[in-house]
């Protein structure tokens, strides 16, 4: 999400996240206010190789309620990243109401993955993300092979992300189907007008799409 009055246009729609993205590379980097949203709907920061200090700051400006990690991120990076949450907590908010956001760690997928990669994370966040790659970090517009799937040996919970539209949604159905452990959708530049403006009546078709049996 980028824009004000879009941004209050969709979140009419309750979505479980909204996403904003921190990335000056991205045509969808976020530099606005957020308005303010029903309490049901989480901001989550989009990043890639942020410094941790800076990130750290705009989660707590933003009032951010999920972080995902688009980039390298190393392991010991997440750790230190959630020492530095732990640090701000104590010192700014007393452990109060205040807790530390869900982490989410993003994989770029094509034609091939090894599952493997993600076991490192595992212990260390609170959902994947499946992503196409593409020459964006993002926002590329295309599936990946979702096929692909039938590999993946873990418990943990994921977001089904990339190129995702309405001509995806019979695939989606069957996914559902499985014991894959798909925690939610995230959906982007195939219900855009232009980078960062969605289209309501585009999310709501799909929604109704999904929804339907």
Excluded: C
Excluded at 16 to 30: A, E, K, T, V
Excluded at 61 to 77: A, C
Excluded at 147 to 158: I, Q, V
């Amino acid at each position: 999400m980028k824009y004000i009055e879009n941004i209050q246009q969709v979140a009419e729609l309750n979505p479980d996240y909204l996403g904003f993205i921190f990335y000056d590379r991205s045509p969808r980097n976020f530099e606005g206010i957020i308005p303010e949203l029903p309490k049901e709907i989480k901001k989550a920061g989009v990043f890639v190789n942020e410094i941790p200090e800076i990130l750290v700051s705009l989660v707590e400006e933003y009032g951010l309620k999920m972080v995902q990690l688009h980039g390298d991120e190393s392991p010991d990076y997440i750790l230190r990243l959630k020492e530095m949450f732990k640090e701000s907590i104590a010192e700014k908010h007393q452990r109060s109401k205040y807790k530390i956001p869900e982490l989410v760690k993003v994989f770029s997928i094509k034609d091939d993955f090894n599952f493997e990669t993600v076991k490192s994370y595992e212990e260390l966040v609170d959902y994947f993300l499946f992503d196409t790659k593409g020459n964006e970090r993002g926002g590329n517009g295309i599936t990946f092979n979702w096929k692909l799937l039938e590999n993946y040996n873990s418990t943990k919970p994921f977001f089904l992300s990339g190129g995702i539209g309405s001509n995806e949604v019979t695939a989606i159905k069957e996914l559902q189907k499985t014991s894959l452990p798909i925690y939610a959708l995230d959906i982007n530049s195939k219900f855009e007008t232009e980078a960062g403006l969605k289209s309501v009546k585009k999310i709501k078709k799909f929604r109704n799409e999904i929804s339907t049996n």
